[in-house]
């Protein structure tokens, strides 16, 4: 849908012809229900996206012609080795071969393939319709015009995607994501606060900030400078970073604890956490709508 709100001609390919037949019913669903609340991207109308949308249950012609190719498998590293594998046979030389993985090292994907200079990681975040952060994560051999090349795509089509320099486990978004959950996870465990509570530390309090600003320019802000924040509080920060605990197991009593008070609030029943998936949806329509709004005054 992101492909080709940006106006491109996309081909979805599946082993299955019934996934693709029930993702283009999907895919209808959700853009006139976009266009009718006002949030559909670009600059074509619903029939008009739909119309650049084909879908293909055989790999050969479903790349052929591609300029790129956004691998969405499950996260198996050996599934997604054997459909590069496969692809590795039938691509030519310009085509960019790209992974949607959230934490597979480009390493362990892409190593001995006889196109790894086109192979790139390009993570999008859930929901990528709403939430636009792709990282580019390459492999140590990926040429640097297949990076220049997926940056310069992503920002066409109305993403913001960020470079990392190399691969690192978890990339950046997981890493720092797993740094709070795993806080979280010791206060909640360790008593300190309620699972409820601690989510509003965030909703209320820290997100309400870093869905404008990082925490870099945070730092920067509340004081006169990152350099001054630094000398006020340097000290403190370190004095409660050295408290901070082992990485935790996730499990046994304090994942019990947690389960409670979240199925308490959201029953895990696939009804009511469908309907909870589309509410925060909407909030972030309303907040990139916003955040589209600022940035332009």
Known sequence: MVFAA???KVK????????LTSALENIR???????????????????QQLA??????????????????QECTPENLEL?????????????????????????????LFTGLKHVKQCIVSHPVNPPYF?????????PETDPSTTERTYALMKKIGQSPVKLNREIEGFVLNRLQYAVISEAWRLVGEGVISPTDLDLVMSDGLGMRYAFIGPLETMHLNAEGISNYCERYREGMKLVLNTFGPVPEFSGEIEQKINQAMSEKIPSVPKVLDARRKWRDDCLTGLAKLKKEMKSD
């Open 6 to 8: 940006g106006g491109l």
């Open 80 to 108: 997604k080795k054997k459909i590069f594998g496969q692809l590795d046979l039938i691509v030519g030389d310009n085509v960019i071969l790209s992974s949607s993985t959230s934490c597979l090292l480009p390493s362990k």
């Open 52 to 69: 650049l949308i084909s879908v293909c249950t055989d790999l050969k012609a479903a790349v052929e012609g591609a300029t790129f190719i």
């Open 131 to 139: 939430v636009p952060l792709v990282e580019i994560v390459p492999h």
């Open 12 to 19: 979805l390919y599946d082993i299955a012809q019934e996934q």
């Open 29 to 47: 669903k959700q853009m006139k229900e976009l266009k009718e609340s006002g949030f559909l991207k670009g600059a074509l109308s619903v029939e």
